[in-house]
């Protein structure tokens, strides 16, 4: 059976949206290096206690401008160019390779019908996330 890329993304995006993952690519490392630069500042004018001042400003700063900059991981899934996606698909595949699917629905049937099943599917979606987009995973609100 030829692997359908576009129902593979439809289980990801079902997974993902379930699960209400969110995704940040760029902003985590900024909020992160806002944390670092005021505890840093902190020390310098503050001694030990600027430090800890420094850091728990800076570590509302981040969080200030990190928020709302979560993109919903199907909205993220969808906009991957196709090579991103072929590679994504690939990795997925592997998992769901003994299982005959006849369209989307079906796999996605599939695939939540079987709570071991899906766990390793979110596993690799969640592996790939990380580790190719090198983004950072929300979950819920």
């Not at 129902?7 to 997974?15: G, K, S, T, W």
């Not at 760029?26 to 670092?36: D, I, N, P, R």
Request: charged residues 10%.
């Amino acid at each position: 059976m030829p692997v359908r890329i576009n129902d593979v993304m439809a289980l990801l995006c079902h997974i993902s949206e379930q699960q209400q993952m969110k995704v940040a690519i760029k902003q985590s490392s900024k909020g992160a290096l806002m944390v670092g630069a005021a505890a840093f500042l902190g020390g310098l004018l503050g001694g030990p206690p600027g430090i800890a001042i420094g850091g728990a400003v800076g570590g509302l700063f981040g969080a200030w401008m990190t928020s709302g900059q979560f993109k919903p991981l199907p909205q993220i899934i969808m906009e991957m160019p196709m090579v991103q996606q072929q590679k994504l698909c690939d990795q997925v595949f592997a998992i769901l390779r003994s299982l005959a699917w006849t369209d989307a629905t079906q796999l996605i049937l599939l695939v939540t019908g079987n709570a071991a099943l899906q766990q390793k599917v979110t596993a690799a979606l969640i592996n790939y996330v990380t580790q190719e987009l090198r983004a950072e995973i929300q979950y819920g609100d």
